[in-house]
């Protein structure tokens, strides 16, 4: 995470502690097994006026900057000047600098980009991750990321930080995230905890040591009683609502932890998602990112949290991803979501209502809409959640989310004569109801193109988020109006240079826009797909493959796409089907269509990234890259849509990587499995 650090280190802790009112010393109950108190560090980490740091993150889109064409060791380095010019526009005085996408994060950090933002006044805070995120097998394809080059070393990265921290003063801390997650604590124990400590105070006793801590850890006395005598402060990544739509609950979350920081002396830097995240059905708005930073401001303006941290946010130029637009038509929806691993009860409910006129006179009423299930294809969830349309809080209509059709837009129409006949005026409601609680059954349900035949809707296309009251029960299933901009991305950015500037961010209107498409930019994809109620064979599959040519000049050789699975399905479908590349027959990637993130755009596996396939390809003048959807087993209704996108390579020459068209590629269908390139 990025801590940023100003001019020098040469000033008096009691000058620095001036300039940041906390956090407060700890209470003599709490042990520190650091050379320095928390106090102490702060002093030197957080810059007068508050932390103001963004990063990226894993599986973010375009959250680092590297540069167009790989220099001769086959690497794309950090942009370190367009990185840092990026930086400044939002206001940001530190950076979390993560090292784990590339092996050369470490080596750019170290020649280019620290001493480059030291003299642009910007801290740094380096970002490690831990065993559950480092991925370092044998050979170079099956090879993912992770903190290079000392791995999981962190004795000997606590003492390389802290040497770097000697020589460039403005990298004041660093941080290693989920101390927590799965085995990631057989590791952090209280004796290699001091080692780390130990190496790090050696060099530099008020180097930042930090861990991020989700709500759970973050709230809970267990967790600082383990960690807090090793660590400076925590990273809460703020998910309020389970997603990344509510910022109603920033002020109590941010009370609650500092329950528990506030007492021991520790810093808390809140984390606000700027980019998308993984579990959240929608990616995050610049009104939600405003929203959410004001709310937290007011707790940096005044010392009680150490500042705020934009994670995610897309650095580079490219617009919204051209699939976020999840309207029928136009840039708007109605839309009802709940992220995996959220849970309802009975009974619970979001609501869009609004009050329309009845015209007199009329021999029959109807209303047409479209609706959208995103997540669907799970017999087992029939039962749970229902669509329905209410007049006068009476259910005119309903479907569960499991019924057929929901993987593409379907018109309905309903008769509401009887509902209408002889009222001026009646509520006309779109409800999602639980009629079963869950623990985790997600859900993206689009409502759109809404038509009234014997009254007038207002704003039936959702292009704004005028005339429709929304409203529920629960802080997880949320109604919404869900409307696309191209330029999202830097309209994020102007509320986080808002923020960071103390400035009101102004609201600016949503453009029209053409109807969505499902390609990630562009309006070209490569569709790999089973159709509803289709019968498939065992060992048939779907391809595209391109014979590619080979710059024998090149360092190494690397490939990078993007894929998605449009539909979900149970469990029990595990190991059915599985998409692959394979570079000459030999396979690369294989990932089952039911791993986690369905309907998000990945880059290769979640752990993987770009995929280094030298050994594949040194000394030969071509080969060939195939994509590939293989039913392991035949089945009966079991519908997928494979999507891939955006090719990126080093040293192999793709014609098309985009699949704007066809051209370059041959397409291969077998055995109910069908290959299409989907443009336009």
């Not at 009887?418 to 985790?440: I, Q, T």
């Not at 394979?582 to 089952?592: C, E, I, L, P, T």
């Not at 986690?596 to 290769?604: A, H, K, T, V």
């Amino acid at each position: 995470m990025g801590v940023l650090r100003l001019s020098s280190r040469v000033v008096t802790t009691v000058a620095a502690l001036a300039l940041f009112a906390g956090p407060a010393p700890a209470h003599a109950d709490y042990p520190r097994h650091r050379a320095h108190s928390a106090a102490e560090v702060a002093a030197h980490v957080v810059p007068a006026g508050g932390i103001k740091s963004a990063m990226t993150g894993g599986n973010t889109v375009g959250g680092a900057l590297r540069e167009l064409k790989p220099r001769m060791d086959g690497y794309r380095h950090i942009d370190t000047p367009r990185l840092i010019q990026r930086l400044r526009s939002v206001n940001a005085n530190m950076y979390t600098y993560g090292v784990w996408d590339s092996p050369t994060d470490w080596a750019d950090l170290v020649g280019e980009f620290a001493p480059a933002a030291q003299r642009a006044g910007i801290r740094v805070m380096v970002y490690l991750v831990p065993p559950s995120e480092c991925f370092n097998s044998s050979p170079l394809a099956a090879r993912g990321r992770c903190s290079r080059p000392y791995l999981l070393d962190f004795v000997a990265w606590a003492k390389e930080i802290a040497l770097l921290s000697r020589q460039y003063p403005n990298v004041v801390a660093w941080a290693v995230d989920d101390f927590t997650v799965g085995d990631n604590a057989k590791l952090f124990t209280p004796e290699y905890m001091q080692q780390i400590v130990d190496a790090a105070d050696a060099v530099n006793p008020d180097l930042g040591f930090y861990t991020t801590a989700y709500y759970g850890d973050a709230t809970g006395a267990g967790f600082y009683d383990k960690y807090g005598p090793y660590i400076d402060g925590i990273i809460h990544p703020y998910l309020g609502g389970a997603g990344t739509q509510d910022a109603t609950e920033v002020g109590t979350t941010i009370d609650a932890i500092l329950a528990q920081t506030q007492p021991r002396g520790l810093g808390l830097v809140f984390l606000v998602y700027s980019g998308r995240f993984l579990d959240a059905s929608v990616s995050p708005t610049e009104s939600y990112v405003d929203d959410t930073m004001r709310a937290a401001g007011s707790y940096a303006a005044d010392g009680r949290i150490q500042g705020l941290l934009a994670y995610g946010m897309q650095v580079d130029d490219k617009p919204a991803m051209s699939s976020d637009n999840h309207a029928e038509r136009g840039a708007g929806r109605l839309a009802f979501t709940l992220s995996p691993g959220s849970g309802t009860r009975a009974g619970n409910y979001a609501q869009a209502t609004q009050v329309v006129t009845v015209e007199p006179n009329v021999s029959a009423y109807r209303l047409d809409f479209s609706d959208l299930d995103r997540y669907a294809n799970v017999p087992e969830g029939s039962g749970y959640h229902f669509k329905q349309v209410l007049v006068d809080g009476a259910v005119v209509w309903e479907s569960d989310v499991e019924d057929d059709g929901g993987f593409s837009w379907q018109h309905r129409s309903v008769d509401l004569t009887a509902a209408l006949r002889g009222k001026a005026k009646v509520a006309l409601a779109f409800r999602l109801y639980e009629r079963n609680g869950v623990g985790s059954f997600p859900l993206n349900v689009g409502i759109d193109d809404v038509r009234g035949s014997g009254f007038a809707v207002r704003n039936p296309g959702f292009e704004n988020t005028s005339a429709w009251v929304l409203s529920g029960d629960s802080q997880q299933l949320h109604p919404l109006i869900d409307l696309y901009a191209a330029d999202r991305p830097a309209r994020i950015r102007r509320a986080i240079a808002a923020n960071y500037a103390s400035r009101r961010c102004v609201p600016e209107p949503i453009p029209p826009a053409a109807a969505g498409n499902d390609a990630m930019y562009g309006r070209g994809r490569l569709s790999l797909a089973v159709a509803p109620h289709t019968t498939t064979t065992a060992g048939a599959c779907a391809s595209a493959s391109q014979v590619v040519g080979v710059d024998p000049r090149s360092a190494r050789y690397e490939i990078s796409f993007w894929h998605i699975d449009q539909w979900d399905g149970p469990p029990s479908r595990r190991d059915t089907q599985i998409k692959y590349l394979r570079v000459d027959g030999q396979n690369v990637f294989a990932r089952d269509t039911l791993d986690p993130w369905q309907y998000l755009w990945i880059n290769g596996q979640d752990w993987q990234g770009p995929i280094d396939i030298s050994e594949l390809v040194r000394g030969k003048r071509a080969v060939t890259l195939t994509f590939l959807l293989c039913e392991e087993k035949a089945v009966t209704d079991f519908p997928v849509d494979v999507g891939v996108d955006t090719i990126e390579t080093v040293g192999l020459d793709v014609h098309n990587p985009g699949f704007e068209s066809a051209a370059g590629w041959t397409l291969s269908s077998t055995g109910g499995v069908k290959a299409t390139v989907r443009a336009g």
